[in-house]
């Protein structure tokens, strides 16, 4: 059976990177979008990551286009947008799709190890967020509507 750890993914530079690399790290991996009602969380996220990227967390961003098409852009326009808008200093990945059957991997993974709502394994919309232990395990997930500060306590927890 293979784990988170045994995944890995593009960075949005090109860069491929195994999840094993952040072993013995606590990891919040967001699904996002820059034309999304919730694109602020933006912001949210990088104080989260500024406050405990010391501690050892990691956020990891990977934009999807897959809900109203809000990341319509290029994979270089999207850092751009997160660049001058956001000035975000956490991983950004290359687009992918996190539902269906070109799902990457690494949302496959998470959605089977915490489902939804009813037991829904479909991710609803854009900044959909993983809470990661240190061991690789899924520990919870939250909605769009969860704000990155609402996650702060359950992040110190794991930390």
């Known amino acids: 059976m293979t784990t988170l750890y045994d995944c ?22 967001v699904n996002t979008a820059s034309a999304c009602g919730f694109t602020p969380q933006y ?22 286009n897959q809900f109203g098409k809000q990341e319509s852009g290029s994979d270089e326009e999207i850092k751009d947008f997160c660049d ?22 690494i949302f496959k993974r998470l959605k089977d190890e915490a489902p939804g709502i ?6 609803k919309w854009n900044f959909t967020k993983f809470l ?10 939250y909605g769009s509507v969860t704000k990155p500060e609402a996650i702060k306590e359950d992040i110190e927890e794991l930390l």
């Open 132 to 141: 990661v232990d240190k061991n690789g395990k899924v520990v919870e997930r």
């Open 118 to 123: 009813l037991g829904s394994k479909k991710i």
């Open 84 to 105: 001058l808008n956001f000035n975000i200093s956490f991983p950004l990945f290359k687009k992918v799709e996190v539902n269906g059957d070109n799902a990457h991997p």
């Open 8 to 29: 890995s993914a593009v960075l949005n530079n090109g860069k491929e990177v195994s999840l094993s690399d952040y072993e013995g790290k606590v990891l919040l991996i």
């Open 43 to 64: 912001e949210g996220l990088e104080k989260l990551y500024q406050e405990f990227k010391g501690q050892g967390l990691e956020i990891l961003a990977f934009p999807c």
